[in-house]
């Protein structure tokens, strides 16, 4: 049997190949990493608003209660009990 010679053209033509091959999966692997990073992304994001989510539920919960009521009156609306006394600091 007679082993046939390659032409220059096919030859060509098979390292062009690889070389697609090559930069396209490197390409793709890029693409990934960049997939997974925000991924990760995500994940802290769902996790953060998960978070935010469960304490408006409890605050919605709890809404209610009368401590609930009375803190939101202290903080926000700055009521006091009839014969407390409140001291500021003006020291700062």
Do not use: C, W
């Amino acid at each position: 049997m007679r082993i046939k010679r390659t032409s220059l053209l096919t030859k060509i033509v098979v390292v062009a190949i690889i070389l697609y091959a090559g930069v396209t999966l490197v390409s793709l692997k890029v693409q990934v990493s960049a997939a997974r990073q925000q991924r990760e992304e995500l994940r802290s994001q769902v996790s953060s608003i998960t978070q935010t989510n469960t304490e408006l539920q409890y605050a919605i919960d709890h809404s209610t209660d009368a401590e609930t009521i009375e803190d939101i009156a202290r903080d926000k609306l700055g009521l006091v009990k009839p014969g407390e006394k409140i001291f500021y600091d003006v020291s700062k």
